[in-house]
């Protein structure tokens, strides 16, 4: 039987690290703020993960007060929730993503994340679907103070 899982992500922008969203280092002359390398994308997608298993969430695996995940990169937590659904005989079968964000402009980057989401779910690019809205201006996210990330991920049985 398919099971969904939605994830969802937020982080303050920093001046003081490199953007790394969706698995790629962006250059656009600010980061994300968190324990971790604070790859929103990656962390909304591991927990869309999690969520379809029933899992736990990302901050129970993975805590911010635990030294080993300082600057970790992402893809360690998603490969590990990936593990698990594998154990379960689990496989992704697609991905959507939706980032909410002022800035950067994401339009350039969405087909380099969209392949490498892709790879890092061991799937194909055409199951994988990375969209940017803005908040037109409204709240935190519209003042530049941040982004959020919404993610759907659909699991089903292992076919070999």
Not at 23 to 52: E, K, N, P, R
Not at 120 to 149: C, F, H, Q, Y
């Amino acid at each position: 039987m398919p099971r969904v899982g939605i994830g969802y992500d937020s982080h303050r922008f920093t001046t003081s690290r490199p953007m790394v969203l969706g698995g790629l280092q962006l250059d656009c002359g600010f980061g994300l703020a968190g324990h971790s390398d604070a790859d929103a994308v990656l962390h909304a997608v591991t927990d869309a993960v999690l969520g379809a298993m029933g899992g736990p969430d990302i901050g129970e695996l993975f805590p911010d007060t635990d030294p080993r995940w300082k600057d970790a990169d992402s893809s360690v937590f998603l490969r590990a929730a990936l593990e698990r659904a594998a154990q379960a005989n689990l496989a992704v079968v697609n991905c959507d993503v939706t980032v909410i964000a002022e800035q950067p402009k994401l339009s350039p980057h969405k087909q380099p994340m969209r392949r490498r989401l892709a790879e890092l779910l061991g799937i194909d690019p055409s199951r994988v679907s990375v969209k940017a809205k803005t908040n037109e201006g409204m709240g935190w996210i519209g003042r530049g103070e941040g982004l959020a990330v919404i993610a759907a991920v659909l699991l089903d049985e292992r076919t070999a």
